[in-house]
C-alpha cells in the first residue's frame, strides 16, 4: 500500500514542483521536481520534519549548501537555489539521471583497473577543487558518488562537511561518516582534514578492484577499531592480477598515520596518472615504517614500538653512592608516544636521608600567613562594598536601572550619578540606549561616583562591496569579513565567465544591516539555449545588424545588384522566426542599389506569404503574418477620430517580464472587432528588453482600448490590455499577464 506524501505535488516557492520521492536519507529525503521559471528538472532535498527543530540536525543542512555553494566543478552535484518555506528547510540542486557507483559495484562485482582509476581521478578532482577551498567532505563512499551513462561521476553529499577553518563542536561530530570507509583519526574521534578524504578513496578502490571492503566486523564499534588498529589484506592476495604499482598507491592512502599518506588529491593524482601511462612502475612506498614489508608481508609497528619503549624505561642498576653525596630522591616521568603516561618511581626511599634544622623557615611561614589574612581582610571589604545594598550615610546613593533608557534622560533624569559612556553595536537596542551598567540595580554608590555604562550604536550598517567579475570564493570572502551571509543563484551569463560574479542583490554600494543575506549572482559561463532568427528583409543594413547580434547570433553581408535602394536587405539565408544555435552565422543579402537585378541564390528563403508585389518600403505593403483560422486580421493603422477630433499623442510604457527569452512579433490593436492597427506590426528581442520597459508613441483622440498581442512561431497571445485616454495623455492597465510570453517561449521549445 502506497505511503501519502505530504510533499508530492507542492509547489515550493511558487517555482519548484515536486513530482516523486527518488531518495531516503538518514536526515532528509531527496525529490524529483520541476524548476517553472527555468523549464528544468531538478532534485529537492528537504530535511525531514522531525529533524527541523533540532538545531544541530538544521545546521547539517545548511552546512551542506554552504559547503556546495563554493564549489563549482563537472564532478560536483550543483546547487541552483536554497530555502526555508513554513518549517521546511530545502536545497535545491542538480538532477543526476544515473546509478550510485556502490549500485555499480555490486552489479559488476569487481572493477577492472581502468574502469578504477578513471572514476578514481574524477572524485579526487572534485576532492581538490573542494580542499582548495577548505572544505573536508568527511563522508567518501560509494553511495555518495553518482555514475552518469556517459561514465562522468558527480560528488555529492555533503551534510557533514566542514570547513577547515571552523572547528569542531564535539565529539559526537568528529566520528560522523559511514564507519568502512572513514579513516582511523576520524574512527577515534581526533581533527579531521584534507587526508581523511585521502583515506576513504583508498578504501573506495581497494573495494573497486577486489571486490570487499578492506574491513568488516559484527558491530560498527568492532570496524571502526580495524580501521585504528588492524592493517588490510594486501589487495593482491586477493586478486593476484593487480599491479604492484596500483596496490602501493591503494595501500599508500590507507596508510594509519595521516603524515605517511597523500598529502592531497593532487599527489594521489599525479601517481595514478603515472600509472596510467606505465603499468609496471612502483613508487618504493612499502618500507618498515609503513607496516609492510617489500614482499607485502604484514608487520607490527605498533607492538614493535611498545616493546622499544617498555624496554627503554626499565630502571638502571643501583650504584652504590657515598653517604654524602646522597640526594632526595626524584620522581622521573617517562611518556610513550603512541600510549598513556607511565611514571617510574627511585626506589631510594629506604635509604636514611640527613636532616638539617633551618630556623629561618618557620620564620617566613609566619610573615606569609600574616600577609594572605591581610590580604583576605582586604578582599573581603572590597567584595562587601560592592555588593553592599543599605545606604550607611546622606552621602551614599541607591543604583537604579538605567538599562533601556537613553543615556542623555538617564544623566538628567540621576544627576546624582557620574555617567561615563563607552559605545558599541547593538542588534537589540536602539542608538542612544544604555545596553550596559557597571554597577547593578540596588547597589549602594556614592553621590557624585563616575558610573561606567555602555550605549548602543544601533544595529551596525555596512556597504555591499563591489563584486561584479569576483570569484565566487573571493566574493564569499568579502561578504563573510561584512558579516553578511549569502545565498549563491547561479544562472547563464554570455558576458562573465563561470564561477565568477555577475552581481548581487542588494547591489554593489547599497547600506544594509550587519547579519543581511545578500543573494549573490554567479555565472555558469555562456547559455547552450537556441535563439530565434529575427526576419530582417526590408530593413536597412545597420538595423539587421544589430537584431541578429541582438539575438546572439553572428552575420556576413553580401551584396547583391538589385533595384531596391542600396543598404536594404533583400534575402537571408536562414528564415525568420527558426530557431537555431547561439553564435550560429546569418548570411544577409543587401542591395547594392545598381538597379540590376540578377537570379535570386539557391539559398534565399522567400516566404510564401509575401505578395510578389510586396514592398518593405511601403507602408502600404507592410506585411501581417498569417493568422490562424478562429484570429481576426489586422487592418492597417489609421487615424483615430473619436473625441473632439484632433490628433493627440500618447507615451505607452509596455513592460517586458525579466523572463522573456525570445524574439515577438507585437501587435497593438484596438480592442473592438475591427482590430485596427494602432502602430505597424514590430519584432521585439525579448532578451535585450527583459525586465525593461518599451515605450511606444501612440497617436489618436478620445478614449479607446487596445489589445498587446504577442507571437511566436506560429502562436499568438494576448499579452496586456490597455485603455488610452489621447485628452489628457494618460493609461490604465485594465489586464497584464508576465505568463504569456512564458507560455509562449514553452511552447516554442515544443
Known amino acids: ?298 608487520t607490527n609497528p605498533t607492538k614493535e614500538k611498545l616493546a622499544a619503549a617498555i624496554s627503554a624505561i626499565k630502571p638502571k642498576p643501583k650504584e652504590k653512592k657515598p653517604k654524602k653525596e646522597k640526594e632526595i630522591p626524584s620522581r622521573r616521568e617517562v611518556v610513550l608516544t603512541s600510549g598513556p603516561e607511565y611514571y617510574i618511581e627511585d626506589e631510594d626511599d629506604e635509604d636514611e636521608i640527613e ?95 563616575s558610573i561606567k555604562v555602555t550605549v548602543s550604536k544601533g544595529v551596525r550598517m555596512v556597504t555591499i562591496p563591489g563584486l561584479k567579475n569576483y570569484h565566487v570564493s573571493s566574493a564569499s570572502v568579502a561578504l563573510e569579513q561584512q558579516n553578511l551571509s549569502y545565498i549563491p543563484v547561479m544562472m547563464d551569463s554570455d558576458e562573465i565567465a563561470a564561477d565568477f560574479v555577475i552581481g548581487t542583490d542588494p547591489a554593489e554600494g547599497t547600506q544594509v544591516e550587519e547579519g543581511t543575506t545578500v543573494r549573490l549572482f554567479v555565472s555558469l559561463g555562456p547559455t547552450t539555449e537556441d535563439t530565434i532568427v529575427p526576419y530582417v528583409v526590408g530593413k536597412d543594413v545597420v538595423t539587421a545588424r544589430n537584431e541578429i547580434t541582438d539575438a546572439y547570433l553572428q552575420y556576413k553581408i553580401q551584396y547583391e545588384a538589385s533595384d531596391e535602394e542600396r543598404d536594404i536587405v533583400i534575402g537571408q539565408n536562414i528564415e525568420g522566426g527558426s530557431s537555431v544555435s547561439r553564435d550560429t552565422t546569418i548570411t544577409i543579402y543587401v542591395s547594392d542599389g545598381s538597379g540590376e537585378i540578377e537570379e535570386v541564390p539557391d539559398d534565399i528563403i522567400v516566404d510564401p506569404n509575401i505578395p510578389d508585389f510586396y514592398d518593405p518600403t511601403d507602408p502600404e505593403d507592410w506585411y501581417i503574418p498569417p493568422q490562424n483560422p478562429n484570429e481576426p486580421e489586422f487592418n492597417e493603422p489609421e487615424t483615430n477620430t473619436q473625441g473632439d477630433g484632433s490628433v493627440k499623442k500618447l507615451t505607452l510604457l509596455i513592460d517586458i517580464p525579466s523572463s522573456a527569452a525570445n524574439t515577438y512579433l507585437i501587435t497593438v490593436c484596438r480592442s473592438d472587432d475591427n482590430y485596427d492597427l494602432l502602430v505597424p506590426q514590430f519584432n521585439l528581442n525579448g532578451p535585450s528588453w527583459a525586465g525593461q520597459s518599451y515605450a511606444l508613441e501612440l497617436e489618436g483622440s478620445g478614449t479607446v482600448q487596445i489589445d498587446v498581442l504577442a507571437r511566436c512561431n506560429g502562436l499568438q497571445m494576448r499579452f496586456a490590455t490597455y485603455t488610452l485616454n489621447f485628452e489628457d495623455g494618460t493609461y490604465v492597465t485594465d489586464d497584464y499577464s508576465a505568463s504569456a510570453l512564458r507560455s509562449l517561449d514553452t511552447f516554442s521549445m515544443w
Not at 638539617?356 to 571589604?381: E, K
Open 1 to 298: 500500500m502506497e505511503t501519502f506524501d505530504r510533499y508530492i505535488g507542492l509547489k515550493i516557492d511558487g517555482r519548484y514542483e515536486i513530482t516523486e520521492l527518488i531518495g531516503v536519507g538518514g536526515m532528509a529525503n531527496v525529490y524529483k521536481g520541476i524548476d517553472i521559471m527555468e523549464s528544468r528538472t531538478v532534485a529537492v532535498k528537504i530535511l525531514k520534519s522531525e529533524f527541523s527543530e533540532n538545531e544541530e540536525f538544521v545546521r547539517r543542512f545548511r552546512n551542506e549548501s554552504k559547503a556546495i555553494a563554493v564549489l563549482s566543478h563537472p564532478n560536483i552535484v550543483k546547487i541552483y537555489d536554497v530555502g526555508y518555506e513554513n518549517s521546511m528547510q530545502y536545497i535545491v540542486m542538480e538532477y543526476i539521471d544515473g546509478i550510485t557507483l556502490k549500485e555499480y559495484i555490486e552489479q559488476q562485482g569487481m572493477l577492472k583497473w581502468r574502469d578504477c582509476v578513471h572514476f578514481t581521478i574524477q572524485i579526487l578532482r572534485a576532492l581538490q577543487l573542494a580542499h582548495d577551498r577548505g572544505i573536508v567532505h568527511r563522508d567518501i563512499k560509494p553511495q555518495n558518488v553518482m555514475l552518469l551513462s556517459d561514465g562522468s561521476i558527480k560528488v555529492m553529499d555533503f551534510g557533514i562537511a566542514r570547513f577547515s577553518r571552523e572547528v569542531e563542536n564535539t565529539d559526537s561530530e568528529k566520528t560522523m561518516g559511514s564507519v568502512h570507509y572513514v579513516s582511523p583519526e576520524q574512527a577515534a574521534g581526533k581533527m579531521t582534514d584534507e587526508r581523511s578524504d585521502i583515506y576513504s578513496v583508498g578504501v573506495m578502490m581497494y573495494e573497486m578492484l577486489t571486490g570487499r571492503k578492506p574491513f568488516n566486523g559484527d558491530t560498527p564499534v568492532a570496524v571502526a577499531l580495524k580501521h585504528m588498529n588492524d592493517q588490510p589484506v594486501p589487495p593482491t592476495e586477493l586478486v593476484s592480477s593487480i599491479y604492484p604499482g596500483l596496490e602501493e598507491i591503494i595501500l599508500h592512502a590507507m596508510e594509519k598515520e595521516p603524515s605517511k599518506r597523500y598529502q592531497s588529491a593532487s599527489g594521489m593524482i599525479r601517481d595514478i596518472e603515472a600509472f596510467k601511462q606505465d603499468q609496471s612502475v612502483t613508487f618504493g612506498y612499502f618500507d618498515s615504517d609503513s607496516g609492510y614489508s617489500h614482499d607485502g608481508r604484514e
Open 355 to 449: 636532616v638539617r634544622h633551618n630556623y629561618a623557615l618557620p620564620i617566613l611561614a609566619a610573615v606569609t600567613v600574616t600577609v594572605i589574612i591581610v590580604a583576605t581582610l582586604f578582599v573581603a571589604n572590597v567584595i562587601l562594598s560592592a555588593f553592599k545594598t543599605t545606604a550607611s550615610s546622606n552621602n551614599d546613593y541607591e543604583m537604579p536601572n538605567l538599562v533601556g533608557l537613553s543615556f542623555y534622560d538617564a544623566r538628567s533624569k540621576y544627576p546624582d550619578i557620574q555617567l561615563v559612556a563607552t559605545e558599541e553595536y547593538n542588534n537589540e537596542y536602539p542608538a542612544g540606549q544604555i545596553i550596559y551598567q557597571e554597577k547593578g540595580e540596588g547597589r549602594i554608590v556614592k553621590i557624585g561616583d
